[in-house]
């Protein structure tokens, strides 16, 4: 292999290559319009201009660039004959992986503020919650992530490769055994990033939604269930996403050589349940998501009838 390029084998046959494209490919138009129309209902509907669906329309829009960076790619090599990636493009695919993973755990945490602040302190809300606050949230939500991996790519180096040949499908932890020597510097500045960016966000929002069950238990059955209505999703996408970041950080410290199609089909859980997992739930648990998206179908459905009725 060239200098700059790494390289990794998927299959044993064609035939093996075309259906795991087929299903990848299905799997991503999925991915993409269901994002996609999280965003759209709640870009053009006035009464989803709050907070909690700004932050809902940024975890999907995370999913679209997340599934933009990785699946073209993957779709691209399912079809190959060599699974070659240069060596730029690998590191960047790593920076988008763990910064965007970063950036859901604190949109996540943003919107468990958002419903404390919500449903334990109504009066003061639209001051605490103003449009600067949150642009202020949404910037801080992108921006601190993507340095901190930025640093830890810096510190990775990837100067001086022992190695070309990817034990994944993609490029997350595993374009790290490329180098030579692991760098301790990296390992810890790693555990710092991760604390920064899962532990403590994850804490967060376990703490915020306790207090707002504590708060709300002492209230009456509306606020009950208002609370359980707008904060179960949120923790169930919390719960999804907390164990596939642990899945994959197992995955980084096991050394077991497992055979290709395991490691293909372990591999590919980290890329396919939580962008098509977050707008499933959002679209079926949120009332006025799910008031809009059944609007919308039925109006799809109704002009297509008339087209059809039209024709005949």
Not at 105 to 129: G, N
Not at 190 to 207: A, Q, Y
Not at 228 to 233: D, G, I, N, Q, R
């Amino acid at each position: 292999l060239a200098m700059g390029q790494t390289s990794f084998h998927l299959f044993q046959t064609r035939g093996q290559a075309y259906v795991y494209f087929f299903i990848l490919f299905m799997v991503y138009v999925l991915i993409m319009c269901c994002n996609s129309i999280i965003v759209y209902l709640i870009l053009i509907h006035k009464n989803l201009h709050e907070p909690m669906y700004v932050f809902i329309a940024a975890l999907s829009f995370n999913s679209v660039l997340f599934s933009t960076v990785i699946y073209p790619k993957l779709l691209t090599d399912f079809l190959s004959e060599k699974q070659i990636i240069s060596l730029p493009a690998c590191i960047f695919q790593h920076f988008i992986y763990y910064s965007l993973a970063a950036s859901d755990f604190l949109l996540l945490a943003a919107m468990a503020f958002d419903r404390y602040v919500s449903i334990c302190k109504p009066l003061q809300y639209p001051t605490i919650m103003r449009k600067s606050t949150v642009t202020i949230l949404l910037l801080l939500c992108w921006l601190f992530p993507a340095a901190q991996v930025a640093g830890a790519v810096v510190l990775g180096g990837f100067k001086k490769l022992c190695t070309f040949v990817l034990t994944g499908i993609f490029c997350n932890h595993a374009v790290l055994k490329l180098n030579c020597v692991p760098s301790a510097e990296r390992a810890i500045y790693g555990v710092f990033v991760s604390i920064n960016s899962t532990v403590i966000p994850v804490l967060f929002v376990l703490f915020t939604y306790a207090k707002i069950f504590m708060i709300t238990s002492k209230r009456g059955r509306e606020v009950r269930k208002k609370a359980a209505e707008t904060c179960l999703p949120h923790l169930m996408v919390l719960f999804s996403f907390s164990c596939l970041v642990t899945y994959d950080v197992v995955m980084a410290r096991l050394e077991t050589n497992f055979s290709k199609t395991v490691r293909l089909v372990m591999s590919l859980q980290m890329v396919l349940y939580n962008p098509l997992f977050n707008p499933i739930i959002y679209g079926l648990k949120m009332k006025e998501i799910s008031k809009h998206l059944k609007n919308l179908f039925c109006h799809i459905t109704l002009r297509g009838n008339i087209h059809i009725y039209i024709r005949q």
